[in-house]
C-alpha cells in the first residue's frame, strides 16, 4: 500500500477489483435503481441465469448435496451457476469483499476427478458450495473485515482459519467472502469499501448485520448456505431481514480458531460461528458435519460435544408423540422484552402462534427472564472494555472515518478503557445476570 495513497483511493481500487473479478458475460449492464426495480429475486434474477443454472441454485444445500454425492450434478457445474448468481448478486445488492471464483472451480474439478475415481463423496458436504463472512482466512485470499487500512497487509493470506480447514475436508467449496460493516458492531451492513449492503426484497431497506452480506447473497440465493458470526445478533439479524434460517450456537460448539475479529481477546461476552441457509435441515447438514471433524482437537475453546443422536431422537419422539397424545408439549411466550416493542406483523404472528398452541391444547407458559435491560447494559460494558483502541487503530491505518452506526457507540476517538478491577467486576455482573 502506497503511502500517498488516500483511503478514498485505496477503496476505490478495492471496489473496482472486485467488479474486475466478475466474468464478462456475466456483468449486468444497466443495474436499475431501487425505485426502478425494488424486489431483484425470484424472476427478475432468473433473466440472467439459464434453465439448468436456474434450477441448481434454487435447490436447498441438502437436496444439492444429495445430488452431487450422487454424481448425478457435478460438483463444477454447481460451483459454476453459483459463482455466476453470486456475481448477479454483488451487483444488484452489493454484499461481496472477496471473489475467488477460478479457485473454487479449480477444487470442483478435483472433486469430480475424485469421485470419478472412487465412486464415492469426498465428505457429507460434497460439491456443496459455502460462502464466508470476511473474518475467515483463506489462503491466497485478502481479509479486510470492512477496514480500508487492513486490505493489502499480506498477513491474512498465508493460513487458513480452522473452519475453512475442516469445510474443506468435508466437501464443501468456498467461493466468496460477504461484506460487514467495519468492526462488525453494527445491525447494518456498511463499511467504506464497498457502501451499503441492500436487502434484495426491498432495495430500501437493510439486509441487516454485520453479516449482511451473508444475508443478502443467501436471500438472493448467491449461495445455498454460509456462515456469519454473532455476538450481539448478528447471524439473527440478517436471517430475519432476509427470510433465512440462522443459527447462533452456544459459545464454544464451533470453531473460532484463527479468524479474524474486533476487540479480539475480549472473552467476557464471546462472538460464535454460525450458518445461514435457507431451512433447518441445511443447519443441521452443516453443524453435524463440522462436529464430526472433532474441532475441540484444533479450538482450545470449542467443548467436546459431538452431535448427539439420542437426544435428537428423544426429541422427534416427543414431538411425534404429540400427535397422539394432545397437550404434553409446553411453550414459553415472551411477547416483549422491557426494551423494544415488536413490529405489529410479528406481533401478530405471535398472536397466531399462541391461539394455534391454545387450539391444540398446549400448555403455554409466559416466560419472565430477568431484566433484559440489565443484560444489555452488562454486554455494552465489555464492548467498551478497551476504551475503542481495537477498533480506532484499525481505522487509522488508513485514516477512513468511522461510520455512523458505529460512531455512535465508540465515537470518533479512543476513550478512557476499563481498569483491571473494573473488567472484574463486570464479569461478576455478568456471573450473577447468567445465574438468575
Known amino acids: 500500500m502506497a503511502e500517498a495513497d488516500s483511503w478514498q483511493e485505496i477503496a476505490k481500487a478495492k471496489r473496482e477489483a472486485i467488479a474486475e473479478s466478475i466474468p464478462q458475460p456475466w456483468r449486468i449492464d444497466a443495474i436499475p435503481s431501487a425505485a426502478e426495480q425494488r424486489d431483484v429475486t425470484g424472476n427478475y434474477v432468473h433473466q440472467w441465469l439459464s434453465q439448468e443454472e436456474i434450477e441448481i441454485t434454487e435447490m436447498d444445500a441438502v437436496d444439492i448435496v444429495e445430488k452431487t454425492s ?16 453470486a456475481s448477479l ?3 444488484l445488492v452489493n454484499c461481496l469483499l472477496e471473489t475467488f471464483f477460478d479457485a473454487a472451480i479449480e477444487d470442483a474439478k478435483q472433486l469430480d476427478a475424485y469421485f470419478a ?16 463472512k470476511d473474518q475467515f482466512h483463506i489462503k491466497g485470499v485478502e481479509t479486510s ?11 491474512e493470506r498465508v493460513f487458513e482459519s480452522e473452519m475453512v480447514k475442516e469445510l474443506r475436508s468435508l466437501g464443501a467449496i468456498l467461493f466468496c467472502k460477504t461484506s460487514v460493516p467495519h468492526t462488525l458492531m453494527s445491525g447494518e451492513t456498511m463499511n467504506n469499501i464497498l457502501g451499503y449492503t441492500w436487502n434484495p426484497k426491498n432495495r430500501n431497506l437493510s439486509a441487516g448485520g454485520s453479516s449482511g452480506g451473508e444475508g443478502a447473497l443467501i436471500g438472493l440465493k448467491g449461495s445455498p448456505v454460509g456462515f456469519g458470526t454473532d455476538i450481539g445478533g448478528s447471524v439473527r439479524i440478517p436471517a430475519a431481514f432476509n427470510g433465512l434460517y440462522g443459527l447462533r450456537p452456544s459459545s464454544g460448539r464451533l470453531a473460532y480458531e484463527g479468524m479474524s475479529n474486533s476487540m479480539d481477546g475480549q472473552n467476557s461476552v464471546l462472538s460464535v460461528v454460525g450458518p445461514i441457509s435457507h431451512s433447518v435441515a441445511s ?19 470449542v467443548h467436546e460435544i459431538p452431535w448427539r443422536h439420542q437426544y435428537e431422537q428423544q426429541t422427534i419422539d416427543l414431538i411425534n408423540g404429540s400427535r397422539r397424545r394432545p397437550g404434553n408439549l409446553a411453550f414459553g411466550i415472551l411477547e416483549h422484552d422491557g426494551q423494544v416493542t415488536p413490529h405489529p406483523p410479528v406481533q401478530r404472528a405471535m398472536k397466531i402462534i399462541k391461539e394455534t398452541l391454545r387450539r391444540l391444547d398446549h400448555k403455554i407458559v409466559n416466560w419472565e427472564p430477568p431484566e433484559h435491560k440489565r443484560g444489555v447494559d452488562i454486554c455494552f460494558r465489555t464492548w467498551e472494555f478497551d476504551g475503542g483502541a481495537d477498533i480506532h487503530s484499525s481505522l487509522k491505518l488508513s485514516g477512513e472515518p468511522v461510520i455512523p452506526q458505529v460512531a455512535r457507540l465508540w465515537g470518533r476517538e479512543p476513550f478512557q478503557g476499563f481498569s483491571a478491577s473494573e473488567i472484574a467486576a463486570t464479569n461478576v455482573k455478568k456471573r450473577e445476570y447468567q445465574k438468575e
Open 70 to 85: 450422487a454424481g448425478i450434478w457435478s460438483a463444477e457445474d454447481v460451483a459454476r451457476a453459483f459463482c455466476h448468481r
Open 283 to 301: 443447519l443441521k447438514l452443516l453443524v453435524q458435519a463440522l462436529l464430526s471433524q472433532d474441532p475441540w482437537l484444533h479450538d482450545p475453546l
Open 145 to 155: 473485515m470492512g477496514y480500508v487500512g487492513q486490505k493489502g497487509t499480506g498477513r
Open 89 to 91: 448478486a454483488h451487483q
Open 117 to 132: 475415481e472412487h465412486k464415492t463423496p469426498i465428505g457429507p458436504l460434497h460439491g456443496l458450495p459455502v460462502s464466508l
